[in-house]
């Protein structure tokens, strides 16, 4: 079945740099889009990246994130593995960090699956 598993998060202090991970278990081109999300207590799981089959990526465009410019998504297809490098890290950004990815299916059908999470703490 399909697995997603993030990896690379941690405690790091404003300003600095984390690459996050996520493997699946299955070839990727099983999915039209992958994406990261992050999510805190309290609030809603919200998008910060996301790469398609095509190599469209979208970022988040909530004005709070400001996550353009500082992070960026991308993918190794022979690893099975999309990565989010995180640059100039705000303690806003602190989160627990979600891989997603959406299977293709018939026609406009999808599953998506998620990772457990891999938490991002920036602090000072």
């Known amino acids: 079945q399909v697995q997603l598993v993030e990896t690379g998060g941690g405690v790091v202090q404003p300003g600095g740099s984390l690459r996050l991970a996520c493997l699946s278990s299955?070839?990727?081109?099983?999915?039209?889009?992958m994406g990261w999300y992050r999510q805190v207590p309290g609030k809603e799981r919200a998008l910060v990246a996301t790469i398609a089959s095509d190599d469209t990526i979208t970022y988040s465009i909530n004005p709070s994130d400001t996550v353009k410019g500082r992070f960026t998504i991308s993918r190794d297809s022979a690893k099975n593995t999309i990565y989010l490098q995180m640059n100039n890290l705000k303690p806003e950004d602190t989160a627990d960090y979600y891989c997603k990815g959406v299977a293709r299916g018939k026609g406009w059908a999808t599953t998506t699956y998620w990772g457990l999470g891999t938490q991002v703490t920036v602090s000072s």
């Open positions: 299955v070839n990727i081109g099983r999915f039209s889009l």
